[in-house]
């Protein structure tokens, strides 16, 4: 059955620097991959989608990659800020019904 | 406006009673999802609604579980004879239908419910 696995650590971080967040995913070949911002107490909301034939794709700060050979995704915040201090999820994909990992806490320190 | 929203917020009942989960997506999406995110676990796929179409239910987790969507928008979860290990917040979220399945998922805020 398809499995999804995040960081299992929460991420610590100082200000300024960047967090790289992992998704791995096995037993199944999404076409797209997306990365959404979780808030305690809140619903997720949608930061990035990237396609099987897209390596690299930004959006201000953040970076995503996604290698299908390696069956993973890597995230980055840049420059991190503590307002990025949240629960990050991934959820690799082949149509409406969205997979996601458990998710992987990043705080960061001022 | 604006976005997706759930009542009740927080929902306590009692082993064995029925609860209704209630959601109003977007305006004008024609997309409504409901998912389940227990304690520790990545949210979970539970039902899907498109426009008029037969709704995908392969994700209910027994037939205590229901889901309707009424006009095309405000859609209730109910789930019968409530069992502790139901407890869990309950998401809704719409898009706008026009995409398939690679359009942006909005959320509400979810509902917690907790079985005693």
């Known amino acids: 059955s398809q499995k999804i696995e995040q960081n299992s650590e929460a991420l610590n971080i100082q200000e300024g620097k960047t967090a790289t967040l992992t998704c791995n995913y096995t037993n199944y070949s999404p076409a797209y991959l997306q990365w959404y911002r979780q808030d305690p107490g809140r619903g997720p909301v949608f930061l990035l989608l990237i396609r099987e034939n897209e390596k690299e794709k930004r959006k201000e700060r953040l970076k995503v990659t996604f290698d299908t050979t390696l069956k993973q995704s890597l995230f980055h915040i840049t420059a991190s800020q503590p307002a990025d201090s949240a629960t990050y999820l991934c959820?690799?994909?082949?149509?409406?019904?969205?997979?996601f990992g458990a998710g992987t806490t990043v705080t960061v320190r001022a | 406006g604006a976005g997706v929203s759930q009542s009740p917020s927080n929902k306590v009942t009692e082993k064995g009673k029925d609860v209704e989960l209630r959601c109003d997506p977007i305006s004008g999406h024609t997309a409504l999802y409901w998912y389940r995110q227990s304690l520790g676990q990545g949210l979970e796929f539970l039902i899907y609604f498109q426009g008029n179409s037969a709704p995908d239910k392969s994700g209910l987790p027994s037939d205590r579980f229901s889901a309707e969507r009424t006009g095309g928008s405000v859609s209730t979860l109910t789930i019968q004879r409530t069992q502790q290990e139901d407890s869990a917040v309950y998401l809704c979220?719409?898009?706008?239908?026009?995409?398939?399945?690679?359009?942006?998922?909005?959320f509400g805020p979810g509902t917690r419910l907790l079985v005693l």
């Open positions: 979220a719409s898009s706008s239908g026009v995409a398939g399945g690679q359009e942006t998922q909005y």
């Open positions: 959820a690799p994909s082949n149509d409406y019904k969205l997979s």
